[in-house]
C-alpha cells in the first residue's frame, strides 16, 4: 500500500533552493538524485474514472509504459507494464485493474486528458543514527493538453512523503513549513492543478442536463441557455464521431440533436417562428445523416446479445452477420462524416449559435419570449402530459404498432420538457413522475426497438443474400433472432398495460395537476 503524499505549494517569494536551505538549518536534510516525471493522465470522454474516484496515468518504463492505477480496489498503486496506452478495457490483461475498468468504462475509450512532465529534486531526512525519517521532493513541472505543442508552467511544489513509523517528523516539517515559511498546504491531485494551469478542471463535460432556472427569469432567455448547452454538447462530440474513437460520442451527439429539436418544437412562442425553420430542417438533416451509423453501432453493440440468445450449437452460424455490419458500419460512417466536415454543417453550427448568442430584445414579436419561465413549463409539461394520457387510453389489443410509436414520441417529448425544467419543481415532487416515465418509456421502447431489429435484420438478410454467398445457416439463425425478437415484442405489448396504468394513477393526476398547476388553472390546457 503506498504511504500518503502531502504536498505544499512554494510561494513566488520563495524559492526551492531558500526552502531547503531553511530546512537544512533545523533538520538534518541530505540531496540525493534529481530525477524526471512524465505522466500522461487517462480517462474516458466523460471522467467516468474521475468521478468514481480513480486515477490512472502511464509513465516511461524502459522500452515499456507502466500503466498506473490508484483507486477503489488498487490498494495503493497498481502497475501495469504494457507496450502502448489501452484504447478499451479489453486492451489490458485480465487482473482487478481490467475488472474495474469493464464496470467504469463499458464501452467507452480511455482519452489522454492531460501530460505533465518535469525533473524532481530528492532529499531525505536522517534523525541522529542516520536513518532516513521523511522523504521530500521539489517538483518543478509544466503541463499541457494532449496534442498541442505548449507546456504551461505549474507552481513549484514540495512534496513530502512519510516514513512508517515516523509520524512525529512529518507533523514537525509540515508544522514547520506552514508556521516558518508560510506555505499553503496544497491538495493531493496533481491532475486537479495540472488541469487548473490549462483552465480546465476535471469532469468538464457530461452528457446529463443539469440546469438551475429561476421560475421568474424570461422565457426566451432560458431557450437560449438550454439551446447553448445542447449545441456545446453536439460541437464537443463531433470531433469524437469523425474520428471514431468509440460510439458514445456518435450516441451523445444524436440525443443533444434530438433535444434541441425537441424544444425548438415543444418550448413554444420564445422565438419567432419563422427564424426557427433553418435551424430545424439542419437539426433534422444532422439526424438524418447520422441515423444509418448510429444504428449499425447498436446492432454491433447488441450483437454478442444476439449471439447469446441462440443455442450454443448454432451461435457460430450467426459470425458472417457481424462481418457484414462492420463493413457496412464502415461505409456508413465515411459517408456520415463527409456530412459532418462538410461546410453546410459548419455553417448551419455557427449560424445556430450566432443567433442564440444574439441579446435577448431580438426575441421581439415573440408572446412567451418575456413571460416568467415557470409559467411557460407549466403549460407545456401539462399540456404534453395531458396529450400522453389521451394516447395511452386509447391503446387495446387492436392497436397498430403506429400506435405505440406515437405515444413513445410523445412521452419522449414529455421526458425532454422535465429534463428542461426539472430544477422548477420540488424533487421529491418531481421524481415520483420521473420514475412512472422513465418505466413507460422503457416498456415502449422494448415493444418498437425489437419490431425495427425484426424487420432490420430480415433486411439484412436479404441484402446479404443479393450481396453475395451467404451460408443457409447464417439466415437460419437469423430467422432465430426475428423469432426471438418478435417473442419479446409481444412480451412488452402485454406489459404495457400495467405500466401505463401506473403512470396514468390517480395518485400520479392530482399529483401532477398539483404540481402544474399554473396550466391546470389557466384553462388553457388540452391534449392536442
Known sequence: MSTPLHHYGLQKKSSADDVIAALAEQFNIRSEAETTLSRVYLDSFDWRLYQAGDQLYSKPFEHQLDLVWIGEGAGGEVHTHLDRIP????????????????????????????????RVRLYKLLDDEE???????????????????????LPERIRLQSVRGYGTVLKQVESFLVRKLGLDRLGDGLLEEALGVLERRPADYSSKLDFHFDPNAPAGSVAREIHLNLLDTVERNLPGTCANVDSEFLHDLRVAVRRARS??????????????????SGLGWIGQISGPSRDLDVYLLDYDSYRASLPERFRADLDPLRHFLEEHRQSAYREMVSHLNSADCKR????????????????????????????????????????????????????????????????????????????????????????????LLDNLGAYQDTEVQANKLREFAHQMVAEGEVPADTLLAMGMLVDGLLRRQQQARDEFYSHFRVFAGK??????????????????????
Open 263 to 280: 424544444a425548438l418544437t415543444q418550448i413554444k412562442g420564445v422565438f419567432r417562428e419563422e427564424e426557427m425553420e433553418p435551424f430545424k
Open 348 to 439: 448551419l453550427l455557427e449560424d445556430w449559435r450566432r443567433f442564440l448568442n444574439r441579446p435577448h430584445e431580438y426575441s421581439e414579436g415573440a408572446d412567451a419570449a418575456d413571460k416568467p419561465v415557470g409559467q411557460v413549463a407549466n403549460k407545456r409539461i401539462y399540456r404534453t402530459y395531458k396529450r400522453v394520457l389521451s394516447e395511452g387510453a386509447q391503446i387495446n389489443d387492436e392497436s397498430s404498432a403506429t400506435a405505440f410509436h406515437e405515444l413513445r414520441k410523445s412521452c419522449k417529448k414529455l421526458r425532454y420538457l422535465i429534463e428542461f425544467f426539472q430544477s422548477l419543481y420540488p424533487d421529491d415532487k418531481i421524481q415520483p413522475l420521473i420514475k412512472a416515465l422513465k418505466m
Open 87 to 118: 484504447q478499451f478495457f479489453t486492451d489490458l490483461p485480465q487482473g482487478a485493474l481490467r475488472e474495474r475498468l469493464s464496470r467504469l468504462l463499458d464501452i467507452r475509450a480511455l482519452m489522454p486528458q492531460v501530460e505533465v512532465k518535469g
Open 131 to 153: 536513518k532516513t525519517v521523511l522523504r521530500l521532493s521539489i517538483e518543478t513541472l509544466s503541463s499541457r493538453n494532449p496534442e498541442e505543442d505548449a507546456f504551461h508552467d
Open 507 to 528: 395518485e400520479n393526476k392530482a399529483e401532477c395537476k398539483a404540481l402544474f398547476s399554473a396550466a391546470a388553472s389557466s384553462g388553457s390546457v388540452d391534449a392536442k
